[in-house]
């Protein structure tokens, strides 16, 4: 017996080594379970080394881009300032500031503005296998993140976590064949289901002929599937084919367009309105540059001054009574200081002309709703701005995607849907928001975007 | 090494070079292959089709000529891929042990450190990779997998150059016997 087995020892072990893996897969495809012990061994063993690895990498890439970048930078400078001088070189300047938008700081403000619990991830490496379209992120269980939570950035939803470990989580994407999710059409409302075709464009299935759907219309998650919240950008018609019982619509899915180095994972979903334009379309609003130290508060987002006067508005009670003795002096021609005690004081209760002193700005934030002939009120004088983006970037559209900026710094047109902005029925600007921030000037009484909503708690770190 | 009258069927195992690696590199370089496979793709979406831990378990199969070692590298090498996957744990173990297994019955008999030799060698075991795990995709999961003949012969043959010119690194980390 003994011979027997040291003569076909090695066909013998093969058969248990076979078997038992035979097993292990019958067992987790019976039950439907996973064993995940084994898994968190590996991925914990795997995933810290490459964080380091991802890291030194994001370091010294960084380290060279900047450098590149800043000697470019440089050079273009000192050829800007013997070319045209220093006012079209800041110009220039600010125009690639605003092109070399920093998408990381877009992630930032998409997450800060959406209303639903959001954590900053980013990808740390793929998934094996040729035709795998998974990837693995660098947060895990230990910040909160469960199998099945959605992963999306501001372009759109990225796809769908299918497992979490203690350090790493994998996220199934949004092309993998087995990807699954409730889409719903931005101008007919035709609902379907999202699938992966594992390579390019994904397609949109069980949506009816007698549905209509266009290409160039924007799918949006419907919230059905209960993972993606309803709202988020999923993609673009590509292609409209009539099939049999239902329509066969290619989607190119937006999330991925920009590469998969940041992402946001949704810990706790809250559904939001679809928006009636498409993301790349929606009016986005843009609140005037600050006052100049030196220039007229008051001005309106275009810099034209305002029609009230060219002197400083007050800021306080005790500033607008000395505005207004000093009109009074100006209309008798009195200096005040200059008469010698017992002449005549002026009259201090002369009927001045209307417009001859400005109105009280206040400095709680809240602007009070009074127009001087029929310009906006005048600026704030606190120094408190109103929601600009730091970073030049579009602000958030009130999907919470963002949208393009306007260039010229023109009043967005008011928005159709039912999310109307914060306005007074009177058309008088609403009041600022408790936390001090003040709702920006509103140069024609156009309504301004809606307002951002209060930042998640969920942040990277 | 002249291989031009060297004979490329050994006649007893006694000809075979058996090659001996410390445990420390065997895991080392199953780890780094590993984590190529986890890693690159990322920045380099084109070099998905490189089997990196696939050809680190041929290579220890065909030097070390042991059939038991073999199956063990490719068990644990193809777990430890599942463990990174979407699949369930066993697909990529199964498959990697029956390569390490064969490998190395095929290491028995064939003067392995011949370059063509690997080649071919490497060649045919990627494509009996692929197809056994196509068919364990299909048979015992039940789900559907495109298997293209034109695109998986050509994963094999860049798979293959790759594992030689790997194969050739590697050998300098070895102890022969």
């Given amino acids: 017996m003994e011979s027997l087995l040291n003569r076909y020892r090695n066909i013998t072990v093969l058969l248990l080594v076979i078997a038992a893996q035979l097993i292990l897969l019958a067992v987790q495809v019976k039950n439907n379970r996973d064993i995940p012990f084994v898994r968190v061994w590996t991925v914990t063993a795997v995933t810290p080394i490459a964080s380091v690895v991802e890291w030194f990498r994001g370091g010294s890439s960084g380290f060279l881009h900047n450098y590149v970048f800043l000697r470019d930078a440089d050079a273009e400078n000192r050829r800007l300032r013997e070319e045209v001088g220093k006012l079209k070189m800041d110009n220039i300047f600010l125009r690639n500031e605003l092109s070399q938008a920093d998408r990381a700081r877009a992630l930032q403000v998409f997450q800060s503005n959406t209303q639903s619990k959001t954590l900053a991830a980013r990808t740390i490496g793929a998934g094996p296998g040729s035709g795998s379209k998974t990837i693995y992120v660098d947060r895990g269980s230990v910040e909160g993140v469960e199998r099945g939570m959605a992963v999306v950035t501001p372009d759109g939803i990225v796809g769908k976590v299918i497992a979490s470990y203690p350090t790493a989580s994998e996220v199934l994407l949004v092309t993998d064949p087995d990807f699954a999710a409730g889409v719903v059409s931005q101008k007919n409302q035709a609902r379907g289901t999202l699938k992966g075709q594992g390579n390019g464009p994904c397609k949109v299935d069980y949506v009816p002929i007698e549905e209509k759907v266009e290409v160039g219309e924007w799918f949006y998650t419907s919230g059905d599937d209960r993972i993606f919240p309803r709202g988020f950008p999923v993609g673009m018609v590509t292609a409209v084919h009539e099939g049999q019982p239902f329509k066969e619509i290619q989607v190119e899915p937006s999330g991925l367009q920009h590469g998969l180095e940041d992402m946001l994972i949704i810990l706790s979903g809250v559904h939001q309105e679809i928006p009636d334009t498409a993301p790349g379309n929606q009016p986005v609003y843009i609140a005037p540059a600050p006052p100049d130290a030196g220039k007229t508060p008051g001005a309106d987002a275009s810099g034209a001054p305002a029609a009230a006067s060219s002197t400083t508005a007050p800021a306080t009670e005790a500033d607008r009574l000395r505005a207004h003795y000093k009109a009074l002096g100006d209309a008798q021609n009195h200096v005040f200081g200059e008469n010698l005690p017992g002449q005549k004081p002026p009259n201090f209760n002369l009927a001045l002309p209307p417009g001859g002193v400005q109105p009280l700005v206040k400095q709680n934030g809240v602007q009070p709703p009074v127009k001087q002939n029929g310009v906006q009120p005048p600026a704030k004088q606190d120094g408190v701005q109103p929601p600009v983006r730091q970073d030049g970037a579009p602000p958030p559209t009130p999907n919470g995607a963002p949208g393009p900026a306007k260039q010229n710094g023109a009043p967005p047109p008011p928005k159709q849907n039912g999310a109307q902005p914060p306005v007074k029925p009177n058309g008088a600007p609403a009041p600022a928001p408790q936390d001090g921030a003040t709702t920006p000037a509103n140069p024609a009484g156009t309504p301004p975007a809606k307002s951002p909503a209060l930042p998640s708690g969920g942040g990277r770190g | ?177």
């Fill in chain 2, 1 to 177: 090494m002249d291989y031009s009258d060297s004979r490329i069927l050994l006649s007893s195992q006694r000809e075979s070079n058996t090659s001996r690696f410390r445990a420390w590199v065997t895991v080392v370089v199953a780890l780094a292959a590993i984590l190529f496979q986890f890693f690159l793709p990322r920045f380099f979406d084109f070099l998905r089709f490189v089997e990196m831990p696939f050809l680190v378990v041929v290579y220890f199969a065909l030097v070390r000529r042991s059939q038991i070692g073999g199956l063990l590298v490719g068990a644990l090498v193809g777990l430890a891929q599942d463990s990174l996957s979407k699949h369930p744990l066993g697909m990529f173990g199964i498959v990697k042990t029956l390569v390490g297994y064969f490998a190395a019955s095929v290491g028995l008999r064939i003067d392995v450190d011949h370059s063509m030799v690997r080649l071919v060698l490497t060649f045919f075991f990627y494509i009996f990779h692929q197809v056994l795990y196509w068919v364990m995709v299909r048979a015992l999961l039940s789900q559907p997998m495109d298997l293209d003949p034109q695109r998986t012969a050509l994963s094999a043959l860049l798979n293959a150059v790759i594992g030689v010119a790997l194969f050739h690194f590697l050998d300098k980390l070895r102890d022969r016997a």
